[in-house]
């Protein structure tokens, strides 16, 4: 695809997303590098260009459409100093809540930095004169950057208006050659509407809503939720007779209440999941669950006719896939109790069936992987999932800890709560974070691998220094032990070992010993077993389970082969 082109369809993608969220109006300081964002919208019918050669003044003139109109305002120029020039009345937009898009041309990165003319940093240029700043990607191929390009322009323009109101930036860096071309884009694939919610409540009875809650759907839930929150989701999958899906975090797995519908091995049963496994409602909650077969098989359905909703309880329109048709901003709870309460004509059973037979196949297939394995790494974080208690709590740490605890943890009866850090998604400060959760009292367990254990060893002293009762189960495989699910594993050993492999051949007995820790190393079952029931109440406890980085991945690829080979023979057999 040529360049023009290529950015001709990635700019009226922005602009289709400035248009969805209510810009109708665009004031336009002239110069070149703004030229193909000035021309699309100058030539589109649906926006008011309004042509200002000061930018001083055109900033201004935006400040009065804005107060005129009480609607978001676009306002764009070239890269340099005309940005700089906006700033005033930037500060006049803040202090007045005016809802103003401005939007800064900029250098391409390559251009930054090495004396090139009218080039300067403008990163954050306006500061905290503006609700919030964002950089676009130069523009590429592909229909991820279609929508990723789209969604920003929504999304920015949705946030300039949202109470507080105010002025938001978004700088887009653009290559030579600057004149767009005639293209075509398929607006239908970008449609996002907002739902509004009644005073502080969620209404559905009698909106258009109420139907699709008859269809073939799909539950997706990531972030931290809270046992109540699940008990709720879990009722709301019980209603709507829908799969339901989350990681450890969702805590669906141990809110007390068990249900059909939820796919606890959502690892397995997304891997390579038949073109009749599609919903034609995705109903979402928080961001992405930790479960990658997951993320890749609703990047799949893109292309689908599909109503995509998101629960943007955080206010921050983080849809990572980019795909929402309707955004609702309210807690999962109002959701759930407001979907509650609709009378549903009818109800697609069938549906969840055919899921719920692919979750029988797939804990079928892990038990009979794990009877013919040897204690490892893994067998750690399924047998300490069936150790858990009531009231009890857990924190498992990111990389493999998490990864495992996801694809193996049994489904309990019991109402333990599982934290995590995953905003980020570091190794870093996990054993502080514990220690933190331990202020309670509840008897605490960390899940933890040894790489992440070495950066926050002093989180230790926290635990020692304030007698918590805590039990530490170490997966130690001397390094990072995760880069063996990733393609790095193919790189030579002496280049794998040194950047990835990064083996420590730590002892971490000489740690426990330091902090005052009790300390077993097991290497069995029945010895992993034995050690978490003397770990209750009995202070800093350290469990190490010794393993190989690669065998994880091997376990799973086995366990992977054994469910597939299941699916396969019990589709021959209907």
């Keep these: 695809m040529k360049e023009q082109e290529l950015m001709s ?15 109708t109006q665009a004031v ?12 699309l919208l100058y030539r589109d019918p649906a926006i008011q260009t309004h042509i200002l050669v000061d930018e001083r003044s055109a900033g201004f003139f935006a400040v009065g459409l804005a107060k005129s109109s009480s609607e978001a305002i676009a306002l764009v120029c070239t890269s340099g100093t005309a940005a700089a020039n906006y700033y005033p009345a930037i500060c006049e937009a803040k202090a007045s809540n005016l809802p103003l898009v401005v939007l800064t041309t900029d250098r391409p990165p390559e251009l930054r930095n090495v004396g090139a003319p009218q080039a300067m940093d403008q990163q954050n240029l306006y500061g905290n004169q503006v609700k919030q700043f964002s950089e676009l990607n130069v523009p590429e191929a592909g229909e991820d950057l279609l929508r990723y390009s789209y969604w920003q322009g929504f999304t920015n323009s949705l946030i300039a208006q949202e109470v507080p109101k105010g002025p938001v930036q978004i700088n887009l860096p653009l290559r030579e050659p600057l004149l767009p071309v005639e293209v075509e884009i398929n607006v239908n694939q970008f449609s996002t509407e907002v739902f509004k919610k009644t005073s502080d409540k969620v209404e559905l009875t009698g909106t258009p809503l109420e139907k699709l809650f008859e269809k073939k759907g799909l539950i997706v839930v990531g972030g931290s939720q809270t046992i109540e929150t699940a008990q709720k989701l879990l009722a709301l999958a019980e209603k709507l007779k829908w799969p339901i899906v989350g990681d450890p975090l969702t805590n669906l797995n141990n809110c007390g209440k068990i249900s059909r519908h939820y796919l606890k091995h959502a690892e397995l049963i997304f891997d390579q999941l038949e073109a009749t496994f599609v919903p034609e409602v995705v109903l979402r909650f928080g961001t992405l669950p ?35 048709n309707l955004l609702i901003a309210a807690t999962a709870r109002e959701f759930c109790d407001a979907v509650l309460k609709l009378s549903l004509q009818s109800v697609n059973e069938a549906w969840s069936e055919a899921f719920y037979r692919r979750e029988k196949l797939a804990i079928k ?29 857990l924190l498992v740490a990111n990389s493999n800890a998490i990864r495992y605890f996801d694809r193996f943890s049994q489904v309990s009866e019991k109402k333990y709560t599982v934290f995590g850090n995953r905003g980020v998604n570091g190794i ?3 054993v502080s974070t514990t220690a933190g959760l331990a202020v309670n ?28 009762s805590v039990t530490i189960i170490l997966l130690n495989n001397n390094g990072g032990g995760i880069f063996s699910h990733l393609s790095q594993t193919q790189l030579p050993p002496t280049e794998f070992d040194a950047l990835f492999g990064t083996p420590l051949n730590l002892d971490f007995k000489k740690a426990a010993a330091l902090y005052d820790a ?11 077993k034995a050690a978490l029931q003397r770990s209750r109440q009995q202070g800093l406890q350290l469990i190490e389970v010794q393993g190989q980085q690669a ?18 023979a019990n589709e021959k057999d209907n």
Excluded at 290 to 311: C, D, F, P, Q, R
Aim: charged content about 20%.
């Design 9 to 23: 369809r990635y700019l009226l993608a922005f602009i289709h997303g400035l248009k969805k969220a209510g810009v």
């Design 28 to 39: 336009i300081s002239p110069g070149s590098r703004s030229t193909p964002l000035a021309l």
């Design 290 to 324: 930790v479960t990658k077969n997951v993320m890749l098989y609703l990047k799949n359905l893109a292309a689908e006719n599909i109503s995509w909703l998101y629960i943007d309880e955080s206010h921050e329109k983080k849809d990572q896939l980019q795909l929402t």
């Design 365 to 393: 297939a892990q038990q009979q992987t794990f009877l013919n394995t040897d204690f490892s790494e893994s067998h750690a974080a399924r047998e300490l999932s069936s150790h858990l208690e009531q009231g009890e709590q």
């Design 428 to 430: 870093d400060g996990l």
């Design 441 to 468: 009292s509840k008897q605490t367990y960390l899940l933890i691998g040894d790489l992440a254990l070495f950066h926050d060893m002093n989180g230790l002293q926290a635990m020692r220094q304030f007698k918590q």
């Design 518 to 528: 009790n300390y077993q190393a097991v290497s069995t079952a029945a010895e992993f």
């Design 551 to 568: 065998e994880g991945y091997q376990l799973w690829q086995k366990v992977l082969k054994t469910y597939h080979e299941m699916v396969a």
